[in-house]
């Protein structure tokens, strides 16, 4: 790497397509928001010659923000793809989105690629965040490189970056993410910074200067070499610790000269094994240079040293049916097995998925077995449908051109499938397949939301279908306790970019209102009622007493109607009407308008008329009943209570245990997890953590997840019912 003259960069007149799984790299973008990652896939397109100087595609859009949303929040919110082509290897980088709230186009991006491409500003370091995507990268072995960026900041070290890499991603090896290149610096202008201007190659000892607009090889002087002395011995060592010749470590040590070739392919391997993690220096390309520094440098590491399709394990495939299904990965001619990872919709063209191919061949106008399941509890519904794929093309921003294939191991745009859904499988009609979804974060933040006018609410359900079909880290719904729409989202972001979208297209206003949690009531203690429904206006009267008892039960107990009626003093066959009755008032409420629960109702006697009781009577006189001993003893509010798991860093424990306890949240245990992370189990009730999405993202600067599931409905302490009912029945 670092000492071969490249003469065939990618057309940008044409689309970019791959006949072989060995010419595909698929390489994901990670990092931090403002970390450079879009600038930097521009300059990589504007260096491979995919893009006009301007580093834009022909048609004047940038090359991988493709969504007027992104451009009116000025911050990237979805996976994007840019192919490139260098050395006949065609490179497809998926630039993900650098804000917690778009995590999920993250794990897509994660799922699509064979390597990631973790990029870190000097000036802003690593954050935590960024930590935790490594290591789950570093769990399943995924090949990593990182890329330091913003080496034009005055307060830019790239020494100093390269240490804290090490620290923060090296945790087991710190000799296993070393430098490849050290920047050169320019002479200092008048405010005594000096630019980065070139590089020199640690192994190849050569000198590349980018300040003539076009990269230039050269030797270092004399004077240079001896400060690259440590960093190369260094890089050596570390590239011979991870070979697979075990003498050459002791060879080294005994005075052998290794040879450089050598010493790149030992890098190579290592590298696409995920045992080795190159640091590698970045800068964007000014109006004058066509070429951003380290931008060669880095589509070399990609097409020589990631990995290509075939060393991607394939995922999990059965038969629709569960049965397992190996199968060769990554074999063009094997059965068409394929994946969408994004999915969006066009003004002009309708609903287009991207898909990565991870068996067989995919070509235009192909009926496939779409199959989606898994998602029930997010609006998903599980689908199993044959549809004929429409045209394929590769994306440059707002461009499309078409391409004839997509083999094993690439990625590519199908128009057309309408019921695809991000995540769905796509395979061959006569032989349907499944693929294991990815892991996707859980929306843990609430919106509720209505439709503004009336045209918005016959708009409402498709546009709402659309939108979690294109983001299943969404989650729709129907709420049947509160009447409430309520979108699950990741965070406030999040739930701005789908009211946004909903409206710009989908062409749906909706009003945001507070989101209700489902109260319950029951009784305090035990009462009795009596409920007399007796009218005669001429006609057919009606006549029903009933007298009921009740008693509260323990909770999850719901309501039980027990029947003591002794002597026929109710009709046996109004005895189910006055249970009828009673129920249907619970469901309403007896005080707050919340359902009665965990409540015992005893009939013990009544009164019937032989001619104008009826069952609507009785319904109304078990009702009327339940009211009456609902007036005569205390009612208690229920709120629901969520057991609460939070991972956390061990250095946020305390921060967190406090603001649990803050929110009346009672602390069961905690445990520690590795790898200085702890759980934390709490019982947590519903009312405090509405927000808790957005403030343990705060509290842990972005470095813990919590899970939440329903665990019972328990009485609310009076301070808080009493502040509730103060409300004006406004209750959440």
């Not at 309408?418 to 990815?438: F, I, N, V, Y």
């Not at 789908?498 to 909706?510: F, P, T």
């Not at 109304?620 to 969520?642: D, K, Q, S, W």
């Amino acid at each position: 790497m670092g000492d071969k003259t490249h003469t065939h960069p990618g057309a940008a007149g044409r689309a970019m397509t791959a006949d072989h799984p060995a010419s595909v790299r698929n390489v994901v973008l990670v990092g931090p928001s403002g970390s450079g990652k879009t600038t930097l896939v521009e300059a990589l397109a504007l260096t491979a010659g995919a893009v006009n100087r301007a580093g834009r595609v022909e048609d004047g859009g940038t090359v991988s923000d493709h969504d007027d949303i992104e451009h009116r929040q000025h911050r990237s919110v979805q996976l994007s793809l840019v192919p490139v082509e260098w050395d006949g290897i065609k490179i497809n980088l998926l630039d993900t989105p650098g804000y917690a709230d778009f995590v999920g186009e993250l794990r897509a991006g994660l799922r699509a690629a064979d390597a990631a491409l973790f990029v870190v500003s000097a000036s802003d370091g690593v954050d935590g965040a960024t930590r935790m995507v490594w290591e789950e990268c570093q769990a399943v072995g995924m090949p990593r490189a990182l890329v330091v960026t913003h080496l034009e900041s005055a307060r830019a070290d790239f020494e100093e970056m390269t240490r804290a890499c090490a620290e923060a991603f090296g945790a087991d090896d710190p000799d296993a993410v070393l430098p490849l290149y050290l920047p050169l610096r320019g002479p200092a202008g008048p405010d005594g910074h000096a630019p980065v201007t070139g590089l020199v190659g640690l192994l190849s000892q050569k000198l590349f200067d980018y300040s003539p607009g076009e990269r230039k090889e050269s030797e270092p002087g004399e004077d240079q070499l001896p400060g690259l002395e440590e960093a190369r011995n260094r890089l050596i060592e570390g590239i011979i610790a991870e070979s697979e010749d075990e003498t050459l470590m002791d060879r080294y040590l005994g005075g052998e000269q290794v040879d450089v070739k050598t010493l790149i392919e030992d890098l190579e391997r290592a590298v696409a094994r995920g045992t080795f993690h190159p640091v590698l220096a970045a800068a964007p390309a000014t109006e004058d240079a066509r070429q951003g520094l380290g931008t060669v440098e880095l589509l070399e590491l990609i097409t020589r040293g990631f990995p290509t399709p075939f060393e991607h394990p394939m995922p999990d495939v059965t038969d629709l049916d569960g049965t397992p299904r190996p199968l060769t990965p990554c074999d063009p001619e094997g059965p068409l097995v394929a994946e969408v990872v994004k999915t969006s919709s066009d003004p002009y063209v309708g609903r287009i998925s991207l898909v990565r191919v991870f068996s067989g061949t995919l070509r235009p106008d192909d009926t496939v077995h779409v199959s989606g399941h898994g998602l029930a509890d997010r609006g998903h519904e599980d689908h199993d449908v044959d549809e004929k794929a429409g045209a394929l093309s590769m994306a440059f921003g707002k461009q499309q051109r078409p391409v004839e294939q997509a083999v094993a191991g690439d990625l590519v745009c199908v128009a057309k499938l309408g019921r695809a859904e991000t995540g769905d499988t796509l395979s061959a009609k006569d032989d349907p397949l499944l693929m294991e979804p990815w892991r996707m974060p859980d929306p843990l933040l609430p919106l509720a939301i209505q439709a503004h006018s009336k045209p918005d609410e016959d708009k409402l359900s498709l546009g709402l279908s659309r939108l979690v079909a294109e983001d299943p880290t969404m989650r729709l719904e129907q709420n049947q306790d509160t009447h409430q729409v309520v979108l699950w989202c990741l965070g406030e972001a999040h739930a701005d970019v789908a009211l946004e979208r909903l409206r710009s297209r989908y062409g749906v206003q909706v009003d945001v209102v507070p989101h209700k949690v489902p109260l319950r009531e029951t009784f305090a203690g035990r009462a009795a009622g009596r409920g007399r429904h007796v009218k005669q206006s001429g006609g057919h009267g009606q006549y029903a007493i009933c007298e009921i008892e009740v008693e509260p039960l323990p909770g999850g107990s719901g309501i039980e109607f027990v029947d003591k009626v002794v002597g026929g003093a109710v009709p046996r066959q109004f005895i189910p009407s006055v249970e009828k009755g009673v129920r249907a008032q619970a469901a309403k409420g007896i005080a707050a308008g919340h359902p009665l629960v965990d409540v015992r109702v005893t009939l013990l006697d009544g009164k019937s008329h032989s001619v104008d009781s009826s069952d609507a009577a009785f319904q109304t006189a078990g009702a009327l009943a339940l009211r009456e001993a609902a007036a005569e003893t205390r009612i208690h509010l229920l709120e629901p209570v969520a057991e609460v798991s939070v991972l956390i860093p061990d250095d946020y424990v305390g921060a967190v245990m406090s603001d649990l306890s803050s929110r009346r949240g009672r602390v069961l245990g905690t445990e520690q997890t590795g790898a200085g992370r702890t759980l934390i189990r709490a019982e947590v009730p519903e009312f405090e953590i509405g927000r808790y999405a957005i403030d343990l993202r705060s509290l842990s600067h972005g470095t813990a997840t919590f899970s939440r599931a329903y665990a019972r409905h328990e009485p609310m302490p009076p301070q808080v019912a009493e502040r509730l009912r103060e409300q004006d029945g406004d209750t959440p």
